[in-house]
């Protein structure tokens, strides 16, 4: 069974970086999809970000875009999301996910780990 860790979450001020890390254990992580979404009380859980199987194509929410980058390291089977100029909107609790198959998408994640508390003040 693929399980999915999380971390790097914290407290940060308006303008700074975080990095989190998806640790993916269980399955051979070139073998899936991984993608990154967020969530806040009262709040629908919200796409962030995707990568393919290779790096090759990576797809961003358009608030995140430019100041978001998403990378994976297949060889670690670790997952990022580098989070630079970072605003109070931000704010929430991000998950990583993975998917066995080619595309990446906004649905469909098979995979979820248990989420790292992101809060961004003003």
């Known amino acids: 069974q693929v399980q999915l860790a999380e971390s790097g979450g914290g407290l940060v001020r308006a303008g700074g970086s975080l990095r989190l890390s998806c640790l993916v254990s269980?399955?051979?992580?070139?073998?899936?999809?991984m993608g990154w979404f967020r969530q806040t009380p009262g709040r629908e859980r919200e796409f962030v970000a995707a990568?393919?199987?290779?790096?090759?194509?990576?797809l961003y929410e358009h608030s995140v875009e430019g100041r978001f980058t998403i990378s994976r390291d297949n060889v670690k089977n670790t997952g990022y999301l580098q989070m630079n100029s970072l605003k109070p909107e931000d704010t929430g609790v991000y998950y990583c996910?993975?998917?066995?198959?080619?595309?990446?998408?906004?649905?469909?994640?098979?995979?979820w780990g248990q989420g790292t508390q992101v809060t961004v003040s003003s």
């Open positions: 269980g399955g051979t992580f070139s073998n899936y999809v």
């Open positions: 996910a993975a998917d066995r198959r080619a595309a990446v998408a906004l649905v469909g994640y098979d995979y």
């Open positions: 990568i393919s199987l290779s790096s090759g194509t990576t």
